[in-house]
């Protein structure tokens, strides 16, 4: 996994809150419904967590509390996050495929419903 500057966790910071600020529907892409009829887990999520495993890092990462969408999921972890992290993105070699990957994944949400 590439080493990343304060300037490229930066970016990928940005490209978190731009997923954040404009969501995908639940509808339009995988996810797991809890009895009560909210969501426990979906593939923009794993895109969320993933980013801020990323920018965070490792220590950090395992050291925040869930946010509060995830407090009561019971088909997430945090281990699992860092499994994907590595075999997805250990390869790449700039902050450029980093993003180029986060978004083909983005763009292909309603692919996997």
Request: glycine letters at 0%.
């Given at each position: 996994m590439i080493t990343l500057s304060s300037k490229e966790k930066i970016m990928l910071e940005n490209h978190l809150n731009s997923i954040i600020g404009n969501p995908t529907s639940f509808d339009n892409q995988k996810s797991i419904m809890g009895d009560d009829g909210f969501?426990?887990?979906?593939?923009?999520?794993?895109?969320?967590?993933m980013l801020k495993y990323l920018f965070n890092g490792k220590e950090v990462y395992d050291r925040d509390p869930p946010p509060n969408r995830l407090k009561k999921s019971t088909v997430w972890s945090k281990e699992a996050i860092e499994q994907k992290v590595i075999k997805d993105l250990d390869t790449m070699e700039n902050i450029e495929q980093i993003i180029n990957y986060f978004n083909m994944r983005r763009n292909n949400l309603n692919e996997s419903t």
């Open positions: 969501c426990l887990w979906c593939e923009e999520w794993e895109l969320i967590e």
